[in-house]
């Protein structure tokens, strides 16, 4: 039998403009077998260092001098799409973190995270994954969707061209179903539910589920204070 092959770690840049959580998070990765590729001050310097490095997962600090992290995050997307960024925030229900889930934000930690969750979000993200804490993230989304919705428009062009099945597969996902949930709700293979999915995020040029959720709540397919099936989207587990 083949033995399995460990799973690469993610390539981190730390953004940040403090000095010591910037050494903080590399000695909690590197003690974590996580390589950090390079740090930076600003936002500016992380739009840089992202192409000189070409990490796989940058952790952004929002309020930075020179360039914040949201206009950072944007450039690095932009210039770098199969990068993910993990916001870093020091208040939970940050309407800068809602802003950087829309522009494709793949998640966020807030600052005095545990080293364990820490690393976990990392690998969590740098698989592919949207790191959603689920009641953060939904009670974060409920306060700005509503007036995110007053000032964009209601339905995205991209939105008609779903089909029933698929505005039905994004609805179920904005109210945090994992996909073996939405295989069991919808009574598909976990396979068939991917494959919605997958054109859902096409169709609406979406990163991952992070965004989803966002244009779940924004479009009005899910409404604040619904509650979904489960309390989760998806959480990172440490890996032993």
């Given at each position: 039998?083949?033995?399995?092959?460990?799973?690469?770690?993610?390539?981190?840049?730390?953004?940040?403009?403090?000095?010591?959580?910037?050494?903080?998070?590399?000695?909690?990765?590197?003690?974590?077998?996580?390589?950090?590729?390079?740090?930076?001050?600003?936002?500016?310097?992380?739009?840089?260092?992202?192409?000189?490095?070409?990490?796989?997962?940058?952790?952004?600090?929002?309020?930075?001098?020179?360039?914040?992290?949201?206009?950072?995050?944007?450039?690095?997307?932009a210039e770098a799409p199969g990068c993910r960024v993990l916001m870093l925030t020091t208040f939970d229900l940050d309407r800068y973190v809602y802003t950087a889930l829309s522009i494709g934000a793949s998640g966020f930690l807030l600052k005095d995270v545990t080293p364990e969750h820490?690393?976990?979000?990392?690998?969590?993200?740098?698989?592919?994954?949207?790191?959603?804490?689920?009641?953060i993230t939904r009670r974060l989304v409920e306060r700005y969707a509503a007036e995110a919705e007053r000032t964009t428009p209601a339905v995205p062009a991209g939105l008609t061209a779903l089909t029933p099945r698929e505005r039905e597969v994004l609805t179920l996902m904005g109210?945090?179903?994992?996909?073996?949930?939405?295989?069991?709700?919808?009574t598909l293979s976990e396979a068939t539910v991917k494959s919605h999915v997958a054109r859902v995020f096409a169709k609406l040029?979406?990163?991952?589920?992070?965004?989803?959720?966002?244009?779940?709540?924004?479009?009005?397919l899910v409404r604040p204070g619904e509650q979904p099936r489960r309390d989760a989207v998806r959480e990172p587990r440490s890996r032993t």
């Open positions: 039998m083949t033995p399995d092959v460990p799973e690469r770690a993610p390539r981190v840049l730390i953004a940040d403009d403090q000095t010591l959580i910037r050494t903080g998070f590399r000695l909690i990765l590197t003690a974590r077998g996580i390589e950090v590729a390079g740090e930076a001050a600003d936002g500016a310097e992380a739009v840089a260092a992202v192409r000189e490095l070409r990490p796989d997962v940058v952790l952004m600090d929002i309020r930075m001098p020179v360039m914040d992290g949201l206009e950072a995050t944007r450039h690095i997307l820490l690393a976990a979000a990392v690998r969590l993200v740098g698989s592919g994954d949207a790191l959603l804490a689920p009641q109210r945090g179903l994992s996909n073996g949930e939405l295989a069991t709700e919808l040029g979406l990163r991952d589920r992070a965004q989803a959720v966002v244009l779940a709540y924004e479009t009005g």
